[in-house]
């Protein structure tokens, strides 16, 4: 190999540089989040805890599907318990926490869903209350 | 050799004559899907003249303005029943250009371009129109929408929109005969007065309108301007191919007229005036 004297160090700087983050970091991928359950409505959900955890996203797309583009806005009945089809309409009305739920995990994994352009958080929603 | 090459000349010539002629006599002679689609289409235009009845569940209005002019206010009533549920943000007037319009006053000359002006009566002529989206059963927007945001609903003809998908190319609002449509110029929270935590508000950059209050229809309630004005008749709210619906009985007894019928869109809201 011709000009092993320079490549070789030049390859193992390079790998250094790329794997900074990682150094950097302690070897830790820092604080994992924990979401604050919401209080008092006990530990049920539309689906159970790691279905939601995987497939949030997919379930609310469907939701927002079936309700604007099919006009299919029937209830959703889970061990007795009814929820209306939607962010503000379901899930928001447990998890009364933007901040403390879904921000934990999304900041963590640096996802920016667009949800809260248009939805209000139930802080928001709050904010401009109806006076009479 | 010259006997070859007069033959080859030949071959040659007919095949680019067979190859340039056999895609078009195959147009002449067969009926190209786009060719169905045209037919299809001349159908539904001889339907706007009053050929076929329309079929499917329709919802429509009519605005009795008999009864707008003897009380006014119910109009703002209704107007502001519609923006405190949807969360339609009221820009200052000096902010006019970013104005968001669901339902909206105008006069008589705005609401009817393609009717005539002259001598009105001095009650119409004074009077403020409330004008919506006229849900059309031919709309222009869902035509020109490239991104199926806005669409007309199966089950109800609400022409709908689906704020998820909508770019904010403005091209609905290009089509709309009716200029029912308002883009957010700006973001539209800091001018919302209340909100309505069921309902989400609007981003910047997407184009709104009436829903007819499809999510109030879906818990049975009316429309909230007509609820506004429940009771005195002023709007008649249902389905108006069903013959035995309340609008439908309205309609048979009454003199209506549409907003700029002659565009073809067969809008669904009706005026007595």
């Known amino acids: ?132 | 050799m010259d006997n070859q090459r007069r033959k080859f000349l030949k071959i040659a010539g007919i095949s680019a004559l067979a190859g340039i002629g056999a895609p078009a006599l195959a147009k002449l002679t067969s009926t190209s899907a786009f060719a169905a689609a045209q037919e299809g289409h001349t159908a539904a235009a001889g339907a706007a003249h009053g050929a076929t009845e329309q079929s499917g569940i329709q919802l429509g209005m009519v605005i009795d303005m008999r009864k707008f002019i003897e009380k006014p206010e119910m109009l703002d009533r209704a107007i502001a029943a519609c923006a405190r549920v949807h969360n339609v943000p009221e820009f200052p007037p000096e902010k006019k250009k970013s104005e968001i319009k669901w339902i909206w006053k105008t006069p008589f000359e705005n609401a009817f371009t393609d009717q005539s002006q002259a001598r009105l009566s001095t009650a119409v002529e004074h009077a403020q129109f409330p004008v919506l989206c006229n849900h059309c059963a031919e709309p222009a927007c869902v035509k020109v929408c490239p991104t199926k945001a806005t669409f007309k609903q199966k089950d109800n003809g609400i022409v709908a929109m689906d704020y998820h998908r909508c770019i904010g190319c403005r091209f609905c609002m290009a089509g709309c005969p009716y200029g029912a449509r308002s883009f957010n110029w700006e973001d539209p929270r800091p001018y919302v007065k209340t909100y309505n935590p069921d309902f989400p508000t609007r981003m910047r950059g997407v184009v709104e309108k009436c829903n007819f209050c499809g999510e109030r229809l879906a818990l049975g309630l009316k429309p909230a301007c007509v609820e506004a004005c429940e009771g005195s008749g002023a709007m008649v709210f249902g389905d108006i191919n069903d013959e035995k619906s309340e609008v439908r009985q309205v309609l048979a007894k009454e003199f209506t007229i549409q907003r700029n019928a002659s565009a073809g869109t067969k809008p669904s809201v009706f005026y007595i005036v």
Request: hydrophobic share 35%.
């Open chain 1, 1 to 132: 190999m011709y000009n092993k004297g320079t490549i070789i160090p030049g390859l193992i700087i390079f790998v250094l540089i790329l794997t900074s983050p990682i150094w950097y970091n302690g070897l830790k991928a820092g604080d994992l989040p924990k979401p604050e359950a919401p209080m008092g409505v006990g530990k049920q959900c539309v689906l159970p805890v790691q279905e939601m955890r995987d497939t949030h996203m997919q379930l609310l797309n469907q939701w927002r599907d079936e309700v604007l583009r099919d006009d299919d806005r029937s209830t959703v009945v889970v061990n007795g318990k009814t929820y209306r089809k939607g962010l503000q309409m379901a899930c928001m009305q447990c998890h009364t926490d933007k901040e403390k739920f879904c921000d934990t995990c999304h900041e963590y994994a640096s996802v920016k869903p667009y949800c809260w352009d248009c939805h209000l958080t139930p802080k928001q929603a709050v904010s401009k209350k109806e006076t009479h």
